[in-house]
Structure formats: C-alpha cells, structure tokens
C-alpha cells in the first residue's frame, strides 16, 4: 500500500484513497508495523465523493519504512525478495486498496490500477502476467493505469487477492447479463419473424384480391382456390396452420409453393396479361 501510494519520498509519505474501507486498513497496519498511527485528514470533493489522506512526515518514522522495506530514493520498485517471504496474493489485495477499481460490471468489465511510475506499472504488469492475467498499461492525464478486460481476467484477479465474494458477485452479473441478452435476442428474433409473417400475409391477400377481382376466383384450380380462401378468411394464420386446415392437409413448403403460384398470376395480371390458371 505505501509502495503503491501518492507520495513516497524521503521526506514526505503521502497515503490517499476515495475507499473508507482502504483508509482504516492503511491506518491499522501502519500502527501495527511501525507503532504510529497516521492522521487521517478527510475532504469532501465537488462530485460529492469524500477524500481520505494520510501526511506522514515524521523523519523517523519515514526513515523507519524506507528502512525496513528496502525502499529507494530514487524509484519505485517491487521488491521481489520482500514478496517471496510473504504472500504475492496478499500483497496485489495491497495493492489494489492502494490504487484499484473495478468499474459496475453490469455496465463493464473493467479492473484499473493508477500507478505512479512507469517502472512501478511494468513491474505490476509483470507481476499480474505470474498468476495468468494479461494486464495492458496506458498513460492517462500524465499516470500511467494498468488495467484488465474480460470477466474471466478479472474473476482470476479478484479470487487470487482474496475477493471472493465480489467473485461471485461478478459472475452472478455475468450470468444474468447472458441470460437477459439471450432473451432479448430471442424477442427480437420473435418480432422479426412476426413482422416477415405479417408482411407475407398482406402481400398475399393483395394477389388474391387482385385475382378475385379482375379474372375470379372460378379461373383457379381446387387446390390455389381452397388456399386463397382460407387466406382472406384468416389473416393471421401462418403458412403451416394453413395447411393443417385444407381439406387435405399438406406441409408448410406445399402451401408456401401455392402461393407463389397466385403470386405468378398477379404479376401477370399486373402485366397486363389475360390468364386462365385452370
């Protein structure tokens, strides 16, 4: 949490977070560490969201921190010794109460790190490429921010640092977000095909007027008469309810074909022709 804070210079540590929870985790261990507890400074921002901040500039207790994690002067670095004797899982859940989001995963998958420094993000990046997670860097308003796509990246992440629960939370998200995209697929699909059958229906009994009214419907054979018919008195069956009601029924694609043959002979007699389909 301190490598990964505001500030961290020899005169001057600098500990800031928006998270109340970060704040009083940050302030416990300090204490327990190095005996001194920080003062905590609060501020409200113009967005409303409260600013915790932590001033430490004691020169002994900076000297004790530089001291006892090895820090340098000059950089930030993660000091790979200091997390081969401790836990890597527990030092990125650090981490990212120092410096980590996750954005509302109904809206996106998205986990960040704002990092200061260049070499402190590669060193992050590389860091969470050891537990299997692909993190990429941009430098956004002058800090540079590692950050990670994908639901199942940032499951692996949240479970390695100790989140489970959030895990969980996620996934449930996830699995309402397929299930809900699913049925909007399925509605849309629906209303497409509603749409298609209405506008066949429409286009079918304007042939079938059109017959009716110029050559009749005398001029057609039993079988296009029976469905022209059974058309005009039903409008909104589809083309397989059609076919269970003739008087000897027939499948689908029978009936679909009779219709394009009343479809034919409008078009004829759009053209102007003079036909006999009997």
Partial sequence: MLLFGRTLEKGHICFQTESGT???VFRELFLSVFGYEPECQVSTRKNGVKMYT?????AGVVEDVFRKYHLSTSERNIDSEIIATN???VFTAGVFLACGSVNDPSKEYH???AVQGEELAGGLSMLLGDIGVNAKTVLRRGQYVVYIKGSESIEDTLTFIGAQQCTLELMN???YKDVRNKANRIANCDAANIDKVVKAALKQIEDIKLIE???????LS????EVAELRLENTDMSLQEIGENLSEPISRSGVNHRFKKLAAIADMLRAGGNINEK
Avoid at 213 to 219: D, P
Avoid at 222 to 225: H, I, K, S
């Fill in 22 to 24: 970060s704040s009083e």
């Fill in 213 to 219: 009214q110029t050559i009749g419907f005398e001029s």
């Fill in 111 to 113: 986990l960040e790190f």
């Fill in 173 to 175: 998200v996830k699995i």
């Fill in 87 to 89: 836990s890597l899982g």
């Fill in 222 to 225: 039993e079988e296009l008469r």
């Fill in 54 to 58: 932590y001033d430490i500039t004691a």
